[in-house]
């Protein structure tokens, strides 16, 4: 059974640029969420999709968004990059009538210069 | 809103040691309770959950009790080996709207077992 993919595994980017992320959920699972890490911290909530929609967003601007396939895949954008945009970046599959928890992939480290 | 408090990293403890990492929280209503471990270089891995008042969550070893009447969750083991060091997550599952849940993290602790 495949857990959650993402890729790339690492980006180097510059100040300005646009990146996008991949997702692949795990099987039977139809959520997906993002969160931002950032070094030293705990996971920070971006936004989470079901449905194809964009269900709730954290406290993140507009300059990240995201998006949802009918195959429950997902991707993360993120314009105009900003040095404080570097860190890791975690996509987490749920069902939605499951009990809270979700299962998370190994990330895409992203760097900023 | 919601939020999660843990203990104060870092931990180094030896081979064998008796191991507490406190969690407490803050939460309307009845969150579900997790603990995830973060291995160098990886994403996290749910190690257990616990869903209500009085449950025991438990996996390799690790245990955590739902603690309503002091928001707590800690997270213990009786015997560490070096394998379990790592940064450990204390979360809550916070209630969104049209039954959407997001996790809300601490700021975890970093946990290393000398041999």
């Known amino acids: 059974d495949a857990g959650v993919t993402q890729s790339p595994t690492h980006l180097i980017k510059t100040r300005g640029q646009q990146v996008t992320l991949r997702c692949s959920p795990k099987?039977?699972?139809?959520?997906v969420s993002w969160y931002q890490q950032a070094l030293g911290q705990g996971p920070q909530f971006i936004f989470q999709?079901?449905?194809?929609?964009?269900?709730q967003r954290g406290n993140f601007p507009d300059r990240f968004s995201g998006h949802q396939f009918p195959n429950y895949s997902s991707e993360l954008n993120v314009n105009a990059l900003l040095l404080g945009d570097s860190a890791l970046y975690l996509c987490?599959?749920?069902?939605?009538?499951?009990?809270?928890?979700?299962?998370f992939g190994p990330g895409t480290r992203l760097t900023v210069t | 809103g919601n939020s999660v408090t843990q203990m104060e990293g870092p931990v180094t403890l030896s081979e064998e040691a008796f191991l507490t990492i406190n969690c407490t929280y803050t939460?309307?209503?009845?969150?579900?309770l997790f603990w995830y471990v973060q291995y160098p270089g990886e994403g996290l891995q749910l190690l257990l959950k616990?869903?209500?008042?009085?449950d025991k969550g438990s996996n390799k070893g690790f245990e955590a009790t739902y603690r309503k009447e002091t928001t707590s969750f800690h997270l213990e083991k009786g015997s560490v080996q070096v394998s379990d060091s790592a940064v450990y997550f204390c979360?809550?599952?916070?209630?969104?709207?049209?039954?959407?849940?997001?996790?809300?993290f601490g700021q975890g602790t970093r946990l290393t077992i000398n041999p």
């Open positions: 979360a809550l599952s916070d209630l969104l709207i049209q039954g959407a849940q997001k996790l809300v």
């Open positions: 099987s039977g699972h139809d959520t």
């Open positions: 999709y079901y449905e194809e929609e964009e269900r």
């Open positions: 616990a869903t209500k008042a009085d």
């Open positions: 939460a309307t209503g009845y969150p579900s």
């Open positions: 987490a599959s749920s069902p939605i009538a499951g009990g809270g928890e979700q299962y």
